[in-house]
């Protein structure tokens, strides 16, 4: 069997070593993620669909990095993860404050994206206007719910640590719990198993939650944080029962998941 001369094979060690740099940098891989979602959600769904899903998970996640930003806290950008969602990356904040703040700055940024898009509707009419309309506003309803890695769950997470109850710490454990069942029972898999990692991490704090080296929340901070993220969920089922009451194109997907 002829050996390759030795020209082909330092031209294939070359070769190999530039694929590799490629593959090591951050940004083909960004890339690579994102054609990867947005390919597997089309052949799920459709075109249009994994086009308003890619969309509003990238803004979602622009609204954590502008608020990591805002802190002046270090950002490696956003990730999308295919057929799972989006997060944003960055340094840990230091206090409960920015932690919330962080938290909820994704679903706040994805209401006023349903907000945008809502009147885009009424002024063209446009399927595909409303059908963006009505997925943000169900995305960013669904990572307010109480357990984490959601984003509700990282605001319920600050809310309770900085009270220091002991009490009121195991209520989030079970409450978590009693979610992660409802979802794996009936359907909801992938919230479900997210539910199983924020269980996870709950019960790892279980010694060390009394020494919580973050600064809390004072009792004000407290009750703005909760006055904000109940009104913000409010907004968002307000906005998609709005969006189902006119009958708007993509909205009975989110009023199905809502009513299941």
Not at 61 to 81: L, S, W
Not at 99 to 115: C, E, R, T
Request: net charge positive; proline share 3%; hydrophobic share 55%.
């Amino acid at each position: 069997m002829r050996s390759q001369p030795p020209a082909s094979r330092a031209h294939l060690g070359v070769m190999i070593g530039i694929a590799f740099k490629l593959f090591k940098s951050v940004k083909v891989l960004k890339i690579a993620l994102v054609g990867m979602a947005l390919s597997g959600w089309t052949i799920m769904f459709s075109f249009e669909f994994a086009a308003t899903l890619l969309a509003v998970l990238m803004f979602h996640e622009y609204g954590h990095i502008r608020a990591m930003k805002h802190f002046g806290i270090a950002t490696k950008g956003i990730y999308i993860i295919p057929f799972v969602g989006g997060i944003a990356v960055g340094e840990r904040p230091k206090t409960h404050w920015q932690d919330l703040y962080i938290a909820m700055m994704g679903p706040v940024f994805g209401l006023l994206m349903s907000v945008a898009f809502f009147v885009a509707y009424l002024v063209t009419d446009s399927h595909f206007m409303g059908l963006v309309a009505s997925i943000s506003a169900l995305i960013n309803l669904v990572n307010l719910l109480p357990i984490l890695p959601l984003d509700g769950g990282r605001v319920v997470k600050a809310l309770v640590y900085s009270g220091r109850s002991r009490f009121i710490y195991v209520g989030l454990v079970v409450i978590s719990g009693l979610i992660m069942y409802y979802c794996f029972t009936n359907g909801f898999a992938l919230i479900g198993f997210f539910g199983l990692m924020g269980l996870v991490d709950l019960l790892a704090d279980w010694r060390s939650f009394d020494q919580d080296p973050k600064a809390k929340l004072d009792a004000y901070g407290m009750v703005f944080s909760l006055v904000w993220y109940l009104l913000t969920a409010a907004a968002l089922i307000g906005m998609i029962v709005w969006l189902a009451a006119l009958e708007l194109p993509g909205s009975e997907l989110a009023t199905a998941i809502l009513n299941a």
